[in-house]
T-cell receptor
Framework: AQTVTQSQPEMSVQEAETVTLSCTYDTSESDYYLFWYKQPPSRQMILVIRQEAYKQQNATENRFSVNFQKAAKSFSLKISDSQLGDAAMYFCAYRSAVKDMRFGAGTRLTVKP | DTEVTQTPKHLVMGMTNKKSLKCEQHMGHRAMYWYKQKAKKPPELMFVYSYEKLSINESVPSRFSPECPNSSLLNLHLHALQPEDSALYLC????????????FGPGTRLTVT
């Protein structure tokens, strides 16, 4: 079974600083995709970043980047230059060609001005 | 257009009512999904449609009845719900069933009285 674990229920960061959210997963599959979704209080799930397991290069989207460690089954999200609008619940998710999306429990990020 | 729309935004219904949730996407996606999300929890998959056919039903009670009239529309018909069915109902779409990211709508906040 595929499980996704986010061990940090809550995180806090000062505006303009950097924060890293952790995610680990368990799978026996070799081909899969990993995602980070953001869900602000407005409640819409927004795709932040995606990583294909077959790619060694870590994905980057502007201030968001990941540290993908395939052997360790780790997929952390780094947010640089944090902004007030980054405050949200962040979900790590796993999906493969034969399995539907599996979400972690989420990490609530607070950004302090 | 990368938008998934959902109506209504909010819905309050009694346990004897019949109501429907609507979801629409115009991205040409061939897979559509219904999720249920309780407060401070990750989304839970309910149904998956692929090419307008029901692909997955995650053991959802029969008081929830999905319908996919065409490739752009997804409905969720509700009847004889229980108070514990109160939740945020999210619709999502993806290009196909393979390991693609899913695009979410803003959700319908359902309250069953």
């Amino acid at each position: 079974a595929q499980t996704v674990t986010q061990s940090q229920p809550e995180m806090s960061v000062q505006e303009a600083e950097t924060v890293t959210l952790s995610c680990t997963y368990d799978t026996s599959e070799s081909d899969y995709y990993l995602f980070w979704y953001k869900q602000p209080p407005s409640r819409q799930m927004i795709l932040v970043i995606r990583q294909e397991a077959y790619k060694q290069q870590n994905a980057t989207e502007n201030r968001f980047s990941v540290n993908f460690q395939k052997a360790a089954k780790s997929f952390s999200l780094k947010i640089s230059d944090s902004q007030l609008g980054d405050a949200a619940m962040y979900f790590c998710a796993y999906r493969s060609a034969v399995k539907d999306m599996r979400f972690g429990a989420g990490t609530r990020l607070t950004v302090k001005p | 257009d990368t938008e998934v729309t959902q109506t209504p935004k909010h819905l309050v219904m009694g346990m004897t009512n019949k109501k429907s949730l609507k979801c629409e996407q115009h991205m040409g996606h061939r897979a559509m999904y219904w999720y249920k999300q309780k407060a401070k929890k990750p989304p839970e998959l309910m149904f998956v449609y692929s090419y307008e056919k029901l692909s997955i039903n995650e053991s959802v009670p029969s008081r929830f009845s999905p319908e996919c009239p065409n490739s752009s529309l997804l409905n969720l018909h509700l009847h004889a719900l229980q108070p514990e069915d109160s939740a945020l109902y999210l619709c999502a779409s993806s290009p196909g069933l393979a390991a693609y990211e899913q695009y979410f709508g803003p959700g319908t906040r359902l309250t069953v009285t």
